[in-house]
């Protein structure tokens, strides 16, 4: 079992005095891709005193421990998200910027395949699929299928 991004921070041996630990727990928390200030706002919830310099310091202690994952997907917006959410693709809504996480077997099973036609072996990827709503029949039957 994975393990959560505050216990991954304690094993680490980073040192989670009460602000750093409101940080780390709104990044574990976070089922979004929020930035740092995104982060500072929902830090301000629980301590309205917190720096945006301990958000930062943090971020970037995690970031060095490879804990958390800095993103950017093409908006010039740097996003973060907990690590131990394991690796994943991301499907971005054009219109709305939506960020959702994807993961499909058969999907990476086909890149697998795709690659070893070219003589390769897949060893990891990242695919960011900016998408427009489709309204197609085969769109339908997987939203009925999947609801
Ligand atoms: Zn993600």
Redesign the pocket.
């Known amino acids: 079992m994975p393990k959560d991004l505050e216990q991954a921070s304690r094993a680490a041996g980073i040192l989670l005095r009460r602000r750093r630990l409101i940080v780390v727990r709104v990044l574990a928390g976070a089922i979004d891709?929020p930035t740092a200030e995104d982060i500072h706002q929902r830090a301000r919830a629980h301590d309205a005193k917190i720096s945006q310099a301990t958000i930062y310091r943090t971020l970037s202690i995690l970031l060095q421990h490879k804990l958390i994952y800095a993103?950017d997907f093409g908006d010039g917006k740097t996003r973060y998200?907990d690590a131990s959410?394991g690796p994943?693709d991301?499907i971005i809504d054009a219109a709305t910027g939506a960020?959702q996480?994807c993961k499909d077997p058969e999907l990476e099973q086909a890149l697998r395949d795709f690659m070893l036609q070219r003589g390769y072996a897949l060893k990891t990827y990242r695919l960011d699929l900016v998408c427009s709503p489709a309204r197609n029949q085969k769109h339908d039957k997987i939203a009925a299928r999947s609801s």
Request: glycine share 0%; charged share 25%.
């Open positions: 891709h993103r998200e959410h994943h991301h960020i996480n």
